[in-house]
């Protein structure tokens, strides 16, 4: 997918060679990086796992029923799916496609969030987050949240973790060195996805008002309120601050820069979660109405290729490379 021009390069050291002059050895072109993108499939109860480099499926992971939430840790060597309808956590080795761990979590899980050392599971259910160990697979704190969290983020430090709570119209804000609540930001109605840029601004989604609200995680303050399509419900954020928004209800993505709308990218049916390729060049959202993904080159905002998955694809990682 990313192009690696090797042969204008190539062609002057052999001119070079020929002329009997020597060529200091260049250092070595990386060979490009093998990106993954898993969709979890809600109908199918499996992850299906996408090369960007061969644009091949590499796998159909089996896990327990309903996965939804998907997260990959920041190392790209572990994939994090909340399943659903089992009360669990599957914890897959993202390079073997191998379960390693089913962790029991709260009522519903939905949303994941993944840390070094800890990884965070929103329970639709129960109104809590569940903290797992990442060392030992298991649960090591249960913290109380808004009512009917949707999907945690971790702010780029690692400090605080925000939680959208789709029956409270607010996202709770979490102190992760201490697991305590430290605050509640009012927000649009049905908040649901939320993503934070790498300066630190946070984006959410609300599927409700058919907006976006824009926080400040600093002050606990929105600082804008963005319209979108119809019933927004999937954000994700590329490593330069361009965030993205599936509209499930219009069949489409907005693309948003500051706080404004800059683009609006017609999609499959149903579009949910979503995730940026780490070099800025590709966007993968899941189309659940059409057990499909849809690939945007971001350079042209058009969709370049549609991918079969599972059945009522939702949840949407793509590793760090």
């Known amino acids: 997918m990313p192009r690696w021009p090797r042969t204008v390069s190539l062609a002057c050291s052999a001119i ?4 009997g002059l020597t060529v200091a050895a260049a250092p070595a072109l990386a060979y490009p990086p093998r990106i993954k993108v898993f969709v979890t499939n809600t109908g199918s109860a499996n992850a299906t796992v996408y090369d960007t480099r061969t644009t091949q499926l590499l796998a159909d992971v089996p896990v327990q029923p309903g996965p939804v939430g998907v997260a990959l840790s920041p190392d790209g060597d572990r994939a994090y799916i909340a399943n659903e309808q089992a009360n669990t956590l599957s914890v897959v080795d993202a390079n073997t496609f191998k379960v390693l761990a089913t962790v029991p979590v709260g009522s519903h899980p939905f949303g994941v969030a993944a840390g070094p050392s800890r990884v965070y599971v929103a329970n639709y259910s129960d109104n809590t987050v569940t903290v797992v160990d990442t060392n030992t697979n298991r649960p090591v704190a249960t913290v109380p949240v808004g009512r009917f969290p949707h999907t945690p983020a971790l702010t780029p430090d690692g400090r605080s973790l925000l939680v959208t709570a ?24 049905f908040p649901a996805g939320i993503a934070i840029t790498p300066r630190g601004r946070a984006y959410v989604a609300n599927t409700g008002s058919n907006s976006v609200s824009v926080i400040n995680p600093l002050t606990g303050l929105v600082v804008a309120t963005v319209p979108v399509g119809t019933a927004p419900i999937g954000v994700t954020s590329t490593g330069n601050g361009t965030v993205y928004v599936s509209n499930s209800g219009s069949d489409t ?42 690939v945007i080159d971001i350079g042209s905002n058009a969709v370049t290729a549609t991918v079969p998955v599972g059945a009522q694809p939702e949840g949407v990682a793509v590793s760090p490379g």
């Open 16 to 19: 070079l060679l020929a002329a």
């Open 166 to 189: 789709n029956g409270g119209d607010s996202v709770t804000v979490i102190d992760t060195g201490s697991n305590r609540v430290t605050g509640h930001i009012p927000v649009g109605r």
């Open 253 to 294: 993505v907005s693309q948003l820069q500051g706080s404004g709308v800059t683009a609006t990218i017609p999609v499959g049916d149903q579009p949910e979660g979503l995730g940026a390729a780490p070099d800025n060049s590709f966007l993968y959202v899941a189309d659940t109405g059409a057990n499909a993904m849809s």
